[in-house]
């Protein structure tokens, strides 16, 4: 990297600084577009295998910059340190990446599934980041995210991913309301379902998880599978269950 392109940012007014801190929540993320990725292993990762993806590397020091592979679109900013702690809420102290948020199409609920699809409504970005990482492990690659759902590229949610959500093709799903009349199979995850390793797994499905805590609605028109356990505890949490009916349906379809 050519010490000539670094870019020096000192001040909290600076509307480039500003646009960053507001992309550290959900709300933000929507408005503008952008997201910050974090990480030591993540960020060089997703450099090499995404590089069209960012747009901009920010750090406290030129050395960790110049560490970094940046291709010619990704424009390496020198922070003062308490801005750039200020962004980096993971505390890493590592570079972070700025990224574009990539187009999101609206499911098409006429539309069968296409392999194994993951219907999310998970508000909590780190359960939410929890799930994709599963569904991209287990071949899951396209994921419903729900009105009530947590933002993908929400920080903590990248961070929980391990960079997944760059693995998944990702859609703007329905809310609760409006579930109901989506193409099926649609089977959900719900504790007082059926047995889901005595099931007989569909190659194309959708699974519905719910809201943490919350559980499904009641009354939606949906098969239920329930991961068996002893009974010591009242429940799984919902990215365990949803992790382990996302390995049932791997190990029966899996490709190799």
Known sequence: MSRDRLRTLESPQNPQFKLWEAVLDGRGIRKHGHFLLSGRKTVPEALAAHPGRFVAALSVGADALAALTLPPGVAPYLLAKPLFERLDVAGTGFPLLVGTVPEMPA????????????????????NLGAALRSAAAFGARRVVLMAEAAHPFHPRCLRAAANAPFALTLLRGPSWAELGGIAGPVLALDGGGEDLTRFDWPRDLRLVLGEEGQGLPDGLPLRRLAVPTTGAVESLNATVAASLALFAHFTRWRPY
């Open 107 to 126: 499911l098409d609920p006429s539309q069968p599934p296409q392999g194994l699809e993951l219907v999310c409504a998970l508000g909590d970005p780190n």
